[in-house]
Structure formats: C-alpha cells, structure tokens
C-alpha cells in the first residue's frame, strides 16, 4: 500500500479497521472503537483543513451558530451537563465537521474496492465466528453495536457500486447473510432497500429474475428478524413502540410551533418516563441525578424532533443530501446515502453516530463516477 499524504487518513483508517477487527477475535478490548473512530474523523477533518466551498458554507455556518448560542443557553445560563449538551447536538457538530471535505478528491475506486473487501470479509467472518460459538445476538459484533457499525459497510457497499455500477452476486449474498447473522432489524432494511434500490436501476431481464427471487427472500428475512427480535405476540412487546409511545406521553401538551422548533434547549424528559427505563442505566445524564434526555428514546427520529424539532430533522437531511451532491454523485446515490440515514434514525442514532458519519465522510473525499444519466 503507497503511502501519501492526501490518502494518510483513509490509509489510518484501514489499518485501524484491520487491526481492531483481528483484536477483537482474541477477546482483546484495550481501546474503544468508537473514541478511536472519532479521532479518525478529526484527522480527516485537519488533513482536509481548507477553504470551504461558498456552495455549501450555509451548512457549518448555520450548525455552528446554532450550537454555540444553545451552549450558551443549555450549559452556561442553565447549568445543564456540558456532554449532556454535546450528546443532543452531535449531529450538527459532525456537519461542521465533514461539510469541511467537500471536493478533497483523495479516495479513489481502487483503494475503495480493497476497503470494501477487506472489510465485507472481516465482518462475515466474525459474525459467522460468533454466532458457532453461541454469542447472544447483541454481542454479535466487530467494534460497536452492530445497528451502528453496519452503516459503515452499507456506505462502503454503495460507494463500491458507484464506482464500477454493477453488482457481484456473491458479494451480495455475503452482505445478506452478514446482515441477518447479526440480527440488526435497521441493517438488514437498509441492506435490503439499497440492493433493490440499485436492482431497480439497473435493470435488466437478468436483474429483474433475481429480483424477482431476491425481493421475497429480503422481505422474509426481515420478517424472520422481527418476528425473532420480538419478546411476544403484540405491538406492545416491540422496544421502538414502547419509545414511541413514551415520546407522545412527553409531547402531548405541545402546540404545532413546538413540533417545527422542539422543546427548550435542552429538556429532560419527565421522571416517569426515565422511570421505565432505569436498566439502560448507561443513557442517564452525566449528571447522575436520576435525569434523563431524549437518547433514552433510541430513534434518533423522535429524538431530533423532541430536542429540534422537524424544522431541525429537515435541515439535517438537507444537508446531508446537499453535501454528497457538491461532491459530485448523482441524485440516486445521494438519496440512498440520505436514506440510509433516515432508515437507521427509524430504531437508534444515525446522524449522531460515528460510523454514519466517516461513511458519509468517504462519500465526499471520494472521487464520484461521471454518470452520463446524472439527473435521473
């Protein structure tokens, strides 16, 4: 592998997914994952320190402004928990973060390729490992979370495709098999949508009799991991409805202006409600008073509209969706790259995840394929 300076973050990034990734098969926890992926994504963002393009400045100057006026507020005037407030505002952290890699074109198809390789392999391999040893499906898992780390592949999968636009179907049965084997109901969606998403796009009468087989077999799996991930026969044994139904408890005195802007910065939910979920005893406040904040509620969709409202969400998604499109793809991929974002908020973090955000960030210092159907 040539080492150059352009290609020194992604090339530490490679290395950091190899090396975690084989620690993690002798049980050796020494760092965590998540911290050391944080720290690749503000590498990123020092190599590619530079001006910013004026098409997109709106984005970090807007996030910017928005979370130091509500630092102010939430931390210094309310004397509320600084990583609370950190916690709640990350997205709009990460957005003035890789809204600064914008047209580095410094990852090309080649080293993209190998990446997605190496790390489709490190993933079935270590899923297929832990599952013949009986590990209990939330521990299935390479760094993190498996709801988390799997948008890393999905993105990586996607840009894959973008530069080379066909689709191997071995590779695409190993993502299916990865995906199911890690029980992940928002993944193996994900997965799922972008391979007939991309299916449909390209189709022919070959795509279209594997589409044919492939869409009952994906919608079956997804049955299979819900019906499986299911503590009983009603909705109320679903954990994500349980949320939901405690996020309208929290929002049903508000008026339609509380819905666009969100509650005050920031609002702890009410006793009783934090009450339901003492066992998630890691998702209290810093403060370690008994309080809690909206990540009690997992989906980052009800999260981000309790703490900033749909005006918020929207403005999120719209500059996700700008970012990657000033970076050169097509509207298709960049809606599949926003989709995979909404499709995970459905059940926990996405835009405030780390795994989401160096997957977006490989999209925007990469080098897009000039689609002759670009609007399409």
């Known amino acids: 592998m040539n080492l150059s300076l352009s290609k020194l973050p992604v090339q530490i990034l490679y290395l950091q997914i190899i090396v975690l990734g084989l620690l993690g098969f002798v049980g050796a ?19 590619n320190f530079s001006t910013i393009s004026k098409e997109i400045l709106w984005v970090p100057i807007f996030s910017l402004v928005y979370v130091v006026l509500s630092l102010v507020y939430a931390v210094v005037l309310n004397g ?25 074109k410094s990852l090309d198809p080649e080293f993209t390729r190998k990446a997605f390789l190496v790390v489709l392999g490190l993933f079935f391999v270590k899923y297929l490992f832990l599952m013949a040893q009986g590990t209990p499906r939330q521990s299935i898992r390479v760094f993190e979370e498996s709801n988390f780390e799997l948008m890393l592949l999905s993105y990586l999968f996607l840009l894959d495709y973008n530069n ?32 007939g998403c991309i299916f449909l796009r390209d189709l022919s009468w070959k795509n279209f ?20 991930r299911s503590e009983g026969d009603s909705l109320e044994s679903i954990d ?28 702890a939910l009410s006793p009783e409600t934090c009450g339901k979920f003492t066992y998630y005893t890691k998702l209290f406040s810093f403060k370690d008073d008994g309080t809690c904040y909206s990540v009690m509620l997992h989906s980052f969709v009800i999260r981000v509209i ?14 996700v969706y700008q970012l990657v499109r000033k970076s050169g793809f097509d509207r298709f991929i960049s809606f599949l790259v926003l989709m995979v974002l909404i499709l995970n908020s459905l059940s926990v973090s996405a835009f405030n995840s780390v795994y989401a955000m160096l997957g977006v960030a490989l999209f925007l210092i990469s080098c897009p394929r000039q689609s002759e159907s670009d609007d399409q």
């Open 209 to 228: 009799l594997i589409l044919l087989i492939f869409a009952p077999v994906g919608l079956g799996l997804i049955y299979f991991i819900f019906l499986n």
């Open 306 to 319: 309790f703490d900033h409202g749909i005006l918020g969400f929207l403005f999120l998604c719209t500059a």
């Open 29 to 47: 926890g020494l760092f965590n994952p998540t911290i050391l992926f944080e720290g690749i994504l503000l590498v990123f963002f020092i190599f």
């Open 80 to 104: 509320n928990h600084v990583l609370d407030f950190f916690l709640i505002f990350k997205s709009f952290i990460y957005l003035v973060i890789v809204s600064q890699f914008v047209g580095k």
């Open 240 to 267: 994500r409805y349980i949320f939901f139904l405690s996020f309208l408890k929290e929002v049903k005195t508000w008026t339609f202006l509380d819905f666009l802007v969100g509650s005050e910065r920031i609002t």
């Open 164 to 195: 080379h636009r066909k689709v191997k179907y071995l590779e695409v049965a190993l993502l299916l098999v990865t995906f199911f084997i890690s029980g992940s109901r928002s993944g193996l969606v994900i997965i799922v949508f972008l391979i």
